[in-house]
């Protein structure tokens, strides 16, 4: 779909280029604005790019206006593309890719629902917790974390989430938390997550709550936390997506997952295939 809007960009601008991409939504169409932008200044398919540092030119000025809250893509580095043909969810990581210019505005999230706006404040909370139960840490990056997690924890436990107060929090958390996200590195819960997404196409939020809830062995006491902040606002997460899954499903969720080696060695260091054996992530 990015290749797509690359062509259209070229076709209908072929006398000049855009002076500037405007992303306004989630995460993925601020991650598509992100993609976009690169492209129309380096040459080739989006799939090129998949990878880190392989963006070698600035992209066209961008400007990310985010409409959720949580997944921290307008602060981060990367912009993440679900490559079907590859079976890689893998995103353009480059300092090309971050935003020129971003507008925060808490009020646009007064429409998203109940089930979204949870979703998508735990990918804050996620990552914040694989960032800090990592390998390859960084004193600013533990720090915005921090801070990140202690208003995603008031959010949640709270009486009322969506209250304009908690706007505010949330949306500062998810930039102070995909700030610190690009100067670490996620861990075991993102590659399950992308698995589910490749395979299953779950959406990558919902898909996080999913896989955390699986992964207590990793993750004991954020999965324990997760969980209260789940009862409290009486959130209902799918379950038995991979009930009907057949062994060749199962071996492609684990290829989707295990290809995803960086954040598994920041979690797991350099033995993780060990570890993640077929039979374990299966179960």
């Not at 280029?17 to 492209?39: E, F, R």
């Not at 921090?146 to 929090?169: G, H, I, P, T, Y």
Request: glycine share 8%.
């Amino acid at each position: 779909s990015v290749d797509a809007l690359k062509h259209d960009i070229l076709v209908n601008y072929a006398q000049q280029m855009p002076t500037a991409i405007v992303g306004i939504g989630g995460g993925s169409t601020l991650d598509s604005a992100k993609a976009v932008s690169n492209l129309l200044t380096n040459p080739g398919p989006s799939a090129n790019y998949q990878g880190w540092d392989l963006v070698k030119n600035p992209g066209i000025f961008k400007v990310g206006i985010p409409t959720l809250a949580g997944t921290g893509a307008e602060a981060s580095r990367t912009c993440v593309l679900t490559n079907y043909d590859t079976g890689v969810k893998l995103g353009m990581n480059s300092n090309f890719t971050l935003f020129d210019y971003l507008i925060l505005d808490p009020s646009l999230l007064a429409t998203v629902t109940r089930t979204q706006f949870f979703y998508t404040g735990m990918d804050t909370y996620i990552h914040c917790v694989e960032s800090l139960e990592g390998n390859i840490r960084h004193a600013a990056a533990d720090e915005l974390s921090e801070q990140a997690l202690e208003l995603v924890r008031e959010v949640f436990l709270s009486s009322d989430m969506q209250s304009e107060e908690n706007f505010e929090k949330l949306m500062a958390a998810a930039f102070l938390g995909g700030t610190a996200i690009a100067n670490s590195m996620v861990g075991v819960v993102h590659p399950f997550s992308a698995g589910l997404s490749i395979v299953r196409g779950t959406h990558h939020c919902e898909a996080n709550c999913i896989a955390l809830q699986a992964l207590k062995d990793f993750y004991p006491e954020a999965t324990n936390e997760f969980e209260l902040m789940r009862a409290k606002q009486n959130i209902t997460i799918a379950s038995n997506l991979c009930t009907n899954a057949t062994d060749t499903d199962h071996h492609q969720l684990r290829e989707s997952t295990v290809v995803h080696e960086k954040p598994l060695r920041n979690a797991l260091g350099e033995n993780f295939l060990e570890i993640l054996t077929p039979e374990r992530v299966r179960s």
